[in-house]
């Protein structure tokens, strides 16, 4: 079955996939010959973004809805890739090599666990080794963010390679911080919340960096040397309660600049920092089409002709070609570089 669906996107130039190739974090998405055809029909689901990547970076993202996928819609392909540009017989381009990968918007639960462990302790009174594990909720922000994290470490994504590489990013953070930390050995055995406070505090702000927000923490668990790992076990049983209480105080720390937003907690209603969502920079410009927006039927579809698209707006000069915006007394496209006449286009 399986096969059958790849073959079927295969052969397919439109963009559209079933519940069952939605799974994980990020789906990576078969192209027919691994290209995106230019104008054809994109449908995003429901709490999922589309973003294109060619080589390790990022281009275009679009948010849930239907598009048809014209220059006008894709102005970093066109300035990265040149598809604005006409091939080497003067044909205008039809395709362009592509990877495309659906991002998942809904909250997610990582279950990871420390790839190593931390070497604590000093010498006056020995040394140790811990690790950790634990289950933790959570939500990408800002997919354009997160997938330049996941790019930078693979050209190309597969299907659960996002958690693979999400488990060693966090995996790596958290050995740090036992080392920057260096917690005494009756503070580990004694479920001294203050350990748990300062590494999520430290690791919240480490994943907000690429557009991950925690939301929920639990099955917490270090591992100790086996001498020690039964009575750490015996102490956390008593203190699990109150531990998972305060843990709330570490991410609350983090709310402290500009606005806040509230997201749950557990069972708890804390502050999260300013997530900025609508940042220019890692917004989708699709969003920006909103007002151009007409129902058709269940879907919502964009009017992608160019004339309607910037009807109502003549403080730009809008380039035929490609669709940029250039500014109203700029003789030729900032993207494409062709010239502009007063109603935008090539003279």
């Not at 929920?216 to 076990?233: I, S």
Request: charged content about 30%; glycine content about 4%; overall charge positive.
């Amino acid at each position: 079955m399986g096969l059958i669906k790849n073959l079927k996107h295969f052969f397919s130039s439109d963009i559209a996939p079933n519940k069952s190739d939605l799974v994980g974090l990020v789906s990576p998405y078969p192209l027919k010959y691994g290209k995106i055809k230019i104008n054809s029909k994109l449908k995003v689901p429901e709490n999922y973004s589309f973003v294109i990547g060619y080589n390790g970076k990022v281009l275009d993202s679009f948010k849930q809805g239907e598009y048809e996928l014209s220059l006008a819609m894709m102005p970093k392909c066109c300035k990265k890739l040149k598809i604005h540009l006409p091939d080497k017989k003067n044909n205008a381009k039809k395709s362009f090599k592509a990877n495309a990968y659906f991002v998942n918007m809904n909250s997610y639960f990582l279950n990871f666990k420390t790839l190593e462990k931390a070497e604590l302790g000093r010498r006056a009174t020995g040394f140790f080794k811990v690790g950790m594990s634990a289950k933790i909720k959570i939500k990408i922000s800002d997919e354009i963010k997160f997938m330049e994290m996941l790019l930078s470490e693979y050209s190309y994504v597969k299907q659960f390679e996002a958690e693979k590489i999400l488990n060693l990013y966090i995996s790596d953070f958290l050995v740090s911080l036992l080392f920057k930390y260096n917690f005494a050995l009756s503070e580990f055995l004694n479920f001294n919340p203050i350990i748990l406070d300062n590494l999520m505090r430290e690791l919240s702000h480490k994943l907000l960096k690429i557009g991950l927000i925690i939301e929920d923490m639990c099955d917490v668990n270090f591992v100790l040397p086996k001498k020690y790992q039964k009575e750490y076990e015996k102490n956390k049983l008593d203190k699990t309660d109150d531990t998972l209480k305060n843990k709330s105080v570490a991410l609350n720390e983090i709310n402290t600049i500009q606005k806040t937003k509230y997201v749950p907690f557990g069972n708890i209603v804390i502050e999260e920092s300013n997530i900025n969502l609508n940042n220019e920079e890692t917004i989708s410009h699709c969003e920006q089409n909103e007002k151009i927006e007409n129902t058709h039927g269940d879907s919502q579809f964009v009017d992608l002709n160019l004339d309607n698209l910037y009807k109502d707006d003549k403080e730009y000069k809008v380039c035929k070609v490609c669709g940029y915006k250039n500014k109203n007394n700029a003789e030729n496209c900032e993207v494409c570089e062709n010239k502009l006449n007063e109603n935008g286009g090539i003279q």
